[in-house]
C-alpha cells in the first residue's frame, strides 16, 4: 500500500517541479514490490511516459513549452537513450566483477548507478540552482550536445527521467524562465523515455496489468502538482523533497554495499 501512495506522490512531484519525482520510481518497484532492476528501470520508463504525457498538457495549456528548445536538446539525448538501451546494457554480462567482499553482477551495479544518481539529484535541489543558472554564460553548441547525450546515456541506464539535469541546463542556455523550463523539460522527458521504453528488448517480461495499474497512480498525482504550482513558491518545497531524496540514496548505498555476497 506505501508503494501505490509513493507512486501518486512521485506524479505529484514531477508536476511542481517538472522533474525529481521519477528518481523514486526505480526504488519504490525494486525494494517495495520486489522487481529486478533490469526490469524496474523498464517500467520506469512507460511510467515516467505517463507522467510526463499528463504533465505536458497542462503546461501547454498555458503555453509554458518551448518546442524550438526543446528539440534542440532531444536529438542528442534520445540518440543515447536508444545506444544505452539497445546496445550497451545488453552486451553487459551478468557477473561484471569478483571482488574480495562479493560479487559484483549487473544488478548491484544498476542499483549503485542509481544510489549515486539520488545523491548528485539531491544535491541539485537543495542548490540555488536556478538562479546561480540564469547568471551564467550559454555554453557551446558542442558542449551541450555533449552534456545532453551524458545525460541520455545516464536516462537510459537508471530509468529515471533526469529533470534535474534538463532544467538547469534549459534556464542556462535557451534563457527560459522556471515555469518554461518546467515545462519543455517535461516534453524532452517524455520523449527520451517512451523511446527507451518501446525500444526496449525487456518488453516481452513486462506485466502490463501491473504497469498500467501503477502508472496510473503516478500520473494521478500530475494534476495536482501542476495545479499546486500555480500558487506556491516552490523552493521551500524542493529543499524538503531534496532531504528525502538524499536519504533514500544513502540508504540504498549502504543496503547494496552491505548486501555483497
Known amino acids: 500500500m506505501v ?3 509513493i507512486a501518486i506522490l512521485i506524479g505529484y512531484t514531477m508536476g511542481l517541479f517538472g522533474g525529481g519525482g521519477s528518481i523514486l520510481t526505480v526504488p519504490v518497484l525494486v525494494y517495495g514490490l520486489s522487481i529486478s532492476p533490469t526490469l524496474a528501470t523498464t517500467y520506469s520508463f512507460f511510467i ?9 498538457r ?3 495549456a498555458q503555453k509554458l513549452v518551448v518546442w524550438r528548445a526543446a528539440w534542440l536538446f532531444l536529438i542528442p539525448s534520445v540518440l543515447a537513450v536508444f545506444t544505452m538501451r539497445n546496445f550497451i546494457l545488453p552486451q553487459l554480462p551478468a557477473v561484471l566483477w569478483e571482488t574480495p567482499w562479493g560479487i559484483l553482477t549487473k544488478e548491484k551495479i544498476l542499483m549503485f548507478l542509481f544510489a549515486l544518481t539520488m545523491l548528485w539529484a539531491a544535491m541539485a535541489m537543495l542548490r540555488n540552482q536556478a538562479a546561480t543558472s540564469a547568471e551564467a554564460p550559454p555554453p557551446s553548441i558542442f558542449s551541450l550536445g555533449l552534456r545532453n547525450f551524458s545525460i541520455g546515456l545516464l536516462i537510459g541506464a537508471i530509468g529515471a527521467g533526469g529533470g534535474f539535469l ?7 542556455f535557451a534563457r527560459l ?8 523539460s517535461l516534453f524532452i522527458i517524455l520523449l ?13 517480461q513486462v506485466n ?8 496510473g497512480l503516478a500520473a494521478s498525482g500530475v494534476g495536482l502538482g501542476t495545479w499546486h504550482a500555480q500558487y506556491l513558491q516552490p523552493a521551500q518545497l524542493k529543499k524538503g523533497f531534496g532531504y528525502l531524496v538524499l536519504i533514500i540514496g544513502g540508504l540504498i548505498l549502504f543496503k547494496e554495499f ?4
Open 177 to 184: 524562465s522556471m515555469k518554461q523550463a518546467i515545462g519543455t
Open 48 to 56: 515516467v511516459s505517463l507522467i510526463a504525457l499528463n504533465g505536458v
Open 258 to 261: 552491505f548486501s555483497l555476497s
Open 166 to 172: 534538463i532544467v538547469p541546463a534549459l534556464v542556462s
Open 208 to 215: 502490463w496489468w501491473f504497469l498500467v495499474f501503477f502508472a
Open 3 to 5: 508503494s501505490y501512495v
Open 58 to 60: 497542462s503546461y501547454w
Open 192 to 204: 527520451n523515455v517512451s523511446v527507451g521504453f518501446w525500444t526496449d528488448p525487456n518488453l516481452s
